[in-house]
């Protein structure tokens, strides 16, 4: 016993003497800190910095002594857990899948089941009606000695406060409280990398405390704490959860985490944190994704370590299909896609802005919340990857203060809340997707405010509660206009109609029907409308506030004709049948969307003849074909936007040949291709039987669509494929690395002549994604795609319209 306890004080010694150095002790084990120095983090940087200090010097990291926990106290040699006292510790209260449930997970140095109750709360503090929950227990976790006891509570009722206590064997908690909030307006908060223990022991402890025990003052109803990632440094050091969890600032308030980078690095974080509507997809050390729905919002949380944008969006669909009815979409995640600090130029950073914001541009998300770069950054209005860049009161440089029904979303990236770590903003460089960014080396905590038509967002610093960002997204539904008020009247020229041929078949003529509308609600309006006195418009002052989504009638006569042999010159007589008259004009009441300046316009609409219109019998005319493309002109019209373009010899050339089709009376070759665009073009270049591929399609196909007839074919043909969820995501734009293996594989299939080529070296090689490099490659070297002329290839720009036009040329040159 002697000899035992003589080697228990060599011990102390040598703690004494090291534990500057990280040497400590962990249960029975004795083992080096990884938090003194950070020579191995992953996001170290010599120009990242809290503030003041230089980063290059590692001595600047080291742990002062004071700040070190003393080990003695921690040491329990040779005793056993069954001896011990029950020691409960880490609890802390969750978000559930809505506001009818919380989840609760505490810690406990025994593997026997934890006991949790909870009741209205009431004087007395009586638990005789209280719900008795029993924990799953995970009994080994990295908290050596100690298991995990989670419990769900559902039921919860609006308004309600409760009061809980939770116990192992007869160890049990003190009586704690918390309160649900109401089902209408609420508000949250945001905290950005808390990360307790970056550079330096604990490091960031005392400002996580500070910023709880603000929440408070700055908003008392505030239902819930969101954190964007990052709660502590190491991930499998225990005494930094014990720093993040055991506040005071905690009691009573729900956590909804995110997993971050540094939590990854460990399976403590899903031990700690329990959450509902856990998924398959996202999933990596640490957990995976989920989602949960708070009153009018769904908040879906990605765990962006796992890079499978393909499981993301099943997540993200699935969601979004399962609340259809909310007034908002919220989509949160540890890494960000647009910032301006550190990060903002890693390959994983920018390969998510072709990768992952289409997915949220598809779904129509209105707000993304990230954390990871201890900056504050708010972005424009994101179009996808395009930004929509918009000035308070025309004053550039000064951010919006309210975007009114935003066609994009809008991203925030949030600083640390702890201030254990912040980076400088990078110079030099033009983010030209930012509207605001801050970098003050104060922590900060940003406050949402959500009702039915707005979200606002206002972001504090923690040292002083003095404002650093503020902005509200609003969404106004159309004013109402009665038909006497306005009228606009669509002109139509009854002699310009012309049908496109995509099928075998003779047309005598044609006749536009002439339309009239009358307009019974104003969806936009440009500013300078005039003449509704009472009424305000907002909107964009340019040529188009949107497009009439209306499909015109154009009355045709066709032949009717019985198989004909043909004649020696190899063409068909057909019999002419009595021309019938056209329909009476069709007058309709619709809501439309008004342009500005422009109140009478032609539209020009393609239409299609089905077989079944044309011909009386399967088999009909042999040289239809022949006869059908003497008579027909192949489109509606000349483009009136493609003079002095690069492509405008290959735009010509797609719409003499039917292959993408005007948008009004333009081409608009900057526009963003999509997938849709892609395969109708490939398709329409091999003149491929419409109705003969129409028909069912993956569930976001319609059936009856001619895009059923091209996506079917194109999935058929092993071109392209269809995402896990069974969707196609047509409406989705497609990146230039994307469209390399799209061309190879069509090129392929029809063997179509290709050219033998040197792959050119692009200056942006490295940013070509490891898995399109070799179809880029490929690609180039057949001639089926080039590179710009500054000699970059461009891999995660936006395929354009006129880019499908030349590489359609590209093949047949």
């Keep these: 016993m002697k000899r035992r306890f003589s080697l228990f004080l060599a011990i102390l010694m ?87 449930e919380r989840n609760f997970t505490w810690y406990a140095n025994t593997k026997e089941k934890g006991k949790f109750e909870f009741v209205k709360l009431n004087a007395e503090k009586d638990f005789k009606d209280a719900k008795v929950l029993y924990a799953t227990v995970i009994e080994e976790t990295n908290k050596d000695g100690f298991s995990s006891n989670q419990v769900t509570l559902d039921g919860l009722e609006p308004d309600t406060e409760y009061m809980y206590r939770f116990s192992n064997g007869d160890t049990v908690s003190e009586v704690k ?82 997993i971050g980078n540094h939590d990854d690095r460990g399976n403590a974080h899903e031990e700690h944190f329990k959450v509902s509507n856990v998924q398959d997809e996202g999933k990596s050390n640490a957990g995976s994704n989920y989602y949960y729905v708070y009153n009018n919002t769904l908040f879906i949380c990605l765990n962006s370590n796992n890079k499978d944008y393909a499981e993301h969006r099943v997540t993200i669909k699935k969601a979004v299909a399962e609340n259809p009815n909310v007034k908002w979409r919220v989509v949160t995640f540890h890494h960000p896609p647009y910032t301006v600090a550190r990060h903002a130029l890693d390959k994983y950073i ?31 209005v994101m179009d996808g990857t395009k930004p929509i860049i918009e000035w308070e009161n025309g004053e550039e440089g000064k951010a919006p203060s309210e975007y009114v029904n935003p066609k994009g979303i809008i991203y925030v990236t949030t600083n640390s809340a702890s201030g254990s770590k912040h980076y400088d903003i990078m110079k030099n460089q033009n983010f030209e997707f930012s509207a605001f960014k801050n970098q003050e080396y104060v922590p900060n905590i940003s406050n949402l405010k959500i009702t039915d038509n707005s979200i606002e967002v206002t972001t504090y610093r923690t040292n002083d509660s003095s404002v650093v960002d503020s902005f509200k997204i609003v969404k106004e539904d159309p004013t109402p206009v009665k038909p006497s008020e306005v009228r606009v009247t ?117 239409v299609y003849v089905s077989k079944s219109s044309i011909f009386t019998k399967e088999d009909a005319l042999k040289k239809g074909k022949e006869i059908a493309n003497k008579n027909l002109a192949k489109n509606s019209g000349k483009a009136t936007d493609i003079d002095g373009h690069w492509a405008k010899d290959s735009i010509n050339y797609a719409l003499e040949n039917n292959l993408i089709d005007l948008i009004g009376n333009e081409f608009k070759p900057n526009k963003n291709a999509t997938r849709y665009t892609v395969v109708k073009a490939l398709g329409r270049f091999k003149k491929i039987d419409v109705e003969k591929y129409k028909g069912k399609s993956l569930k976001d196909v319609d ?89 970059t290839f461009g891999p995660k720009d936006n395929l354009t319209r006129a880019e499908v036009a030349q590489m359609i040329v590209n093949m047949i040159k």
């Design 703 to 791: 059936a009856n669509s001619e895009e059923s007839a091209y996506v079917n074919w194109a999935i058929e043909n092993g071109i392209i494929a269809g995402y896990e969820d069974n969707t196609f995501g047509g409406d989705r734009e497609i990146t230039r690395e994307e469209i390399a293996r799209i061309l190879n594989l069509f090129a392929e299939k029809f063997d179509i002549k290709v050219k033998n080529l040197e792959a050119p070296k692009f200056k942006d090689q490295n940013k070509i994604s490891d898995w399109a490099s070799k179809d880029v490659k490929e690609a180039t070297e057949k001639g089926l795609l080039v590179g710009r002329d500054d000699g």
């Design 177 to 258: 409280t918390f309160k649900t909030g109401g089902t209408g307006d609420f508000s949250f908060f945001a905290a950005g990398d808390p990360q307790i223990g970056s550079h330096g022991h604990l490091n960031g402890e005392d400002g996580w405390d500070k910023t709880l025990k603000l929440l408070p003052e700055l908003d008392s109803s505030a239902s819930f704490l969101l954190s964007l990632g990052d709660q502590v440094q190491a991930g499998k050091d225990e005494e930094e959860y014990d720093a993040y969890i055991n506040r005071e600032g905690f009691n009573g308030l729900t956590l909804a985490p995110i």
């Design 350 to 380: 920018t390969d998510m802005r072709s990768t992952l914001v289409p997915i949220l541009k598809e779904n129509k998300i209105d707000l993304v919340l990230n954390g990871h770069d201890h900056v504050y950054t708010r972005t424009h």
């Design 14 to 100: 040598l703690v004494s003497v090291f534990s500057p150095l990280g040497l400590g002790f962990e249960g029975n084990e004795i083992r080096f800190s990884t938090n003194v120095v950070e020579a191995a983090e992953d996001d170290a940087q010599p120009n990242e910095a809290t503030p003041k200090e230089d980063v290059n010097d590692a001595s600047s990291e080291a742990t002062p002594k004071e700040e070190v926990n003393n080990a003695s106290e921690e040491v329990t040699p040779d005793v056993d857990l069954k001896d011990q006292n029950i020691i409960l510790t880490n609890d802390i209260l969750t978000i559930g899948k809505d506001g009818t």
């Design 490 to 606: 669509f002109k139509v020229d009854e002699n310009k109609g012309k049908f496109l041929p995509n099928e075998d078949g003779v047309i005598l003529n044609t006749r536009v029907l002439p339309m009239n509308f009358d307009a019974t609600k104003l969806e936009k309006m440009a500013p300078e409308v005039e003449g509704l006195e009472g009424y305000k418009f907002k909107g964009w002052d340019k040529e188009f506030v949107g497009e009439l989504d209306q499909d015109l009638i154009i009355n045709a006569i066709f032949e009717k004709v019985e198989k004909t042999e043909p004649k020696e010159d190899n063409s068909v007589e057909p019999t002419k049948p009595t021309p019938t008259q056209p329909e009476k004009d069709d007058t309709r009441e619709e809501p439309i969307r008004l342009f500005p300046r422009h109140h009478d316009r032609t539209e020009t609409h393609p």
